[in-house]
Structure formats: C-alpha cells, structure tokens
C-alpha cells in the first residue's frame, strides 16, 4: 500500500476522484490530503508516527451530493479497507443499540478478506498445477514405477518400463486437453470438505458477537470435517478444488498479522447520519432519546479518539483508522454534537447542493454515468442506445425541478427519472424492439414521457 500510496499525489488523487463525482472540489482536496498524509506518516523518522495521528473529517451536506461515494472511491484508489456504517443503527434498540466496536470488527474482517484474496492470486498458478494433478489422478492413476531389475519383467506388481512411459505419454495427453477446455462438460467423482460448524443459539442476552463467534470457531476446530462425495463436472471440480488448494497454501497466521496491519495503517470508517446522534440542545434535560443519542457520542468517542478493539483475529489499535463522518444536518448542528467529539472531526466540510448543470455533468462526464450504464444493458441486448445532448439537458432540468418541488434527494433523482423515461423500452426490448435496433433520446421524447412529474405533485411524490 506504501508503494502504492507513494505514486499518488493529492493532486492525482483528486483527478481520479473526478471521473466518477462531479464537483464538491473541497471535499475532494480535503480526502486527498487526508490519503497522501498516510504516506507521510508511514515515511517519516520512526520516533515520530505514532505521534501523528489522522485528521479525520466531517462532511455536512444534503442526501445524494457525493458524501458516500466520495469516501468509497477514496478506499479503492488506496487499495484500503473500508466499512460504512450509519450511526443511527446504534441507537434503533432503545438505549442499548448495537456495540459500536462492532464497526471495527467489520473493518478487520474486510481487511482480511482483501489479504486473503490477495495471497490466493500469489499462490494461483501452484494451487492451480496442484488441481490438475489431482483432476488427472482421478482420470488416469499414475502406475508405479519398475525398478532396474524387473524392468522388463514385471511380475512383482511393479509396471513395465514401457507401460510407464504410456502412462506418462496418455496423461500429458489428457493435461492438455484439460487445459484446452475439451474436457470440462465431463463428470468425475470429487471428495468435497463440508465444515461442521454447528449453529449456536442461546436463550437470554449477554453473549456479544465477539463471544458468539469465538464460541462457534472453537466448537467447529474440535468437531472433525467431514468428506462427501461429489459427480460433479471438470470444470465445476476445477473451481472446487482450486478454492481448497488456495487455502492449503496460504498461512492463515501471515494473512491475519498482515490484516490486522493493513486495518490499522490504512482502514476508513465511513459513519454516515451521525447528525442522527446529535440533538438540538434546549436546555431541558430530561431523558428520552437524547440519552441514548449522547451515550452513543460517548460510546464512539474511544474508538475514534484511538483504543484497543478484540477480534477474532487478534487486537487492533483504533489511533490511526482514519474516520470520515457525514450528515445533513437539516434540524442538528455540528456544534450540537458533544464538544470531545467536536474534537475529534477537526476538519469540516460543506459540500453545496447540485445544480442543474451538476445534473448534466453526472450525466454525461463519470464513468460510472447512469447514460453509459443503460447504453451497456442495451449493448448486453445487441440494441444501440444514444443520448443526445439537449435530451441530457432536458432530463437534468426536470431531475432539477422535481427536487426543488418535492423533496431533494440530490443524485439519486436522476436514477428515478432515468427509470421513467427508460421502462417502456426495458420492457419492449427484445420481443417488440429486436438486435440490432437502434435507440435514439431526444429532447421531445423525453418532455414528452417526463414533463408530467414536475407538474402532477401526486406522481412526483410517487416516484420518490
């Protein structure tokens, strides 16, 4: 991750970031600053990084400006573990909710599914020869080889010579074949290991799910596996066994200590709706929901200042996890947060509503632009689809409209307006629109299947 942070400047972070959001320039300059700082910790005079601890951040911003997306694409430009978690979810059991420490578990977990995947293309081509192999046995056992002496005899059980090297000769024959694919619609008898995990219930409360799972990791470690013969297909054989082999080769301890670093030096925690936790402050005391509101504050107050968290896969420490939390804020402020937490989000930024012409920007420029999604769909169909230009226009002004009259979800207006405009010919496609059609969207078709949500506020609220 080093390496790869080392060759991301804040500059290029926030050029990658573009493709795929438009605008919102400060919150992008703050993230990437944010990034580049994790190489310059783990770069700078070993006395020093642990005193640098991250400058995590709060983003205040209506719902579908950017927020998530942001901090999601962040992650994967650094190859990071990330988790989102919404901050009202601890606090939907009455005053108890759920563990807050259970966000970094999930933090830990992810990091070591990315460890694991990793070392499992490392070990790929062994793990891969070692099925072939395998898959080979079961076709064409490999005989035992004659001794010197009975060569040419072979009346004491051993094979020939000759019978050896025809056995040889016959399953290279049969490798390549199964390399070339010929082979893989053939069935072939496979043992399959079945974990014995058994499933744990238990009446009353008390059992964390820390406890729960090391429970049922150690009770699943006494009971012995358990082997089932499987007729299965080559080529389901080979994706079975190659699964079982990967593990075979990979050291689970390595994977966990390389996880539980890589959580640590470069894990982001997404909270989203932490204004849900914060409570305008009246000065009326009292209980309610605003304690449960401020015990959750409290109880993420450790985990973002810097703590220690067990897990199953052993201790991680919490100091440099780089927390991003956001909120709209519409009835909370940030200041009615509890101040030590106010503390800990030292960087603030305000991301602006979208605009119009954002609109069309989102529709024409990201990759991940919902045109080119239906354009791929259609394309899946052997059908053309094309936007024309002043369509785009069009549709970002109604998504524009229809926010402004019923309810502002920002960018996943486009997804409901797309999805009106689009049906008719989702559904039509392929039995009345056949392969090979091409399908234009011009400014006319689309006033006229979309021009009546902005003026019937019954169906603009349906659509929501």
Do not use: C
Request: proline share 3%; net charge negative.
């Amino acid at each position: 991750m080093t390496e790869l942070l080392k060759d991301l400047t804040p500059r290029q972070i926030v050029a990658e970031l573009d493709q795929y959001i438009i605008g919102q320039h400060d919150a992008k300059r703050n993230v990437a600053i944010a990034l580049r700082n994790r190489w310059r910790r783990m770069n700078s005079p070993a006395d020093m990084q642990h005193e640098i601890t991250p400058n995590n951040i709060l983003m205040i911003g209506a719902t579908g400006v950017g927020k998530t997306e942001i901090a999601r694409r962040l992650a994967r430009i650094a190859d990071a573990p990330f988790v989102k978690v919404e901050a009202s979810k601890f606090t939907e059991v009455g005053y108890v909710g759920r563990d807050v420490e259970s966000m970094v578990r999930d933090l830990v977990e992810q990091a070591v599914n990315m460890v694991r995947t990793a070392k499992k293309e490392e070990v790929k081509v062994r793990a891969q020869q070692n099925v072939e192999d395998a898959i080979l046995d079961i076709l064409i056992p490999p005989v035992k080889s004659a001794s010197p002496a009975t060569s040419t005899i072979g009346f004491d059980g051993n094979a020939s010579s000759s019978d050896s090297e025809l056995n040889e000769r016959t399953r290279e024959r049969f490798r390549e074949k199964i390399r070339s694919g010929e082979m893989d619609d053939r069935k072939i008898d496979i043992d399959v290991q079945q974990s014995a995990t058994p499933s744990i219930g238990v009446m009353g409360g008390g059992m964390d799910d820390l406890s729960m799972m090391n429970i049922q990791e150690m009770i699943g470690n006494m009971m012995p596996k358990k082997g089932k013969k499987r007729k299965v297909t080559i080529a389901e054989a080979r994706t079975i066994m190659l699964e079982e082999e990967a593990a075979k080769l990979i050291d689970m301890d390595e994977v966990k200590e390389e996880a539980i670093r890589k959580a640590e030096d470069a894990g982001i925690i997404f909270i989203d709706e932490i204004d849900k936790v914060a409570s305008a402050r009246s000065g009326n005391g009292g209980g309610g929901p605003d304690v449960s509101r401020e015990g959750v504050q409290r109880d993420l107050l450790p985990i973002v200042e810097g703590s220690t968290v067990n897990t199953k896969y052993g201790s991680i420490h919490t100091d440099h996890i780089l927390f991003i939390a956001a909120g709209a804020f519409h009835v909370a402020k940030p200041s009615d947060l509890i101040p030590e937490l106010q503390g800990r989000f030292p960087i603030r930024v305000e991301l602006q509503s979208l605009s119009e012409d954002d609109f069309y920007q989102i529709l024409k420029e990201p990759k991940n632009a919902l045109t080119k999604q239906y354009e791929a769909m259609l394309q899946a169909e052997s059908v053309s689809l094309a936007f024309n230009d002043d369509a785009l226009r069009e549709l970002a002004k109604i998504a524009f409209e229809v926010n402004s009259e019923v309810e502002n979800i920002g960018a996943r207006r486009l997804q409901t307006v797309l999805s009106q405009l689009m049906n008719d010919f989702m559904f039509d496609i392929p039995d009345v629109i056949g392969a090979n059609a091409q399908v234009v969207v011009t400014k006319e078709l689309v006033q006229e299947k979309l021009t009546g949500l902005v003026k019937n506020r019954d169906l603009s609220q349906f659509i929501l």
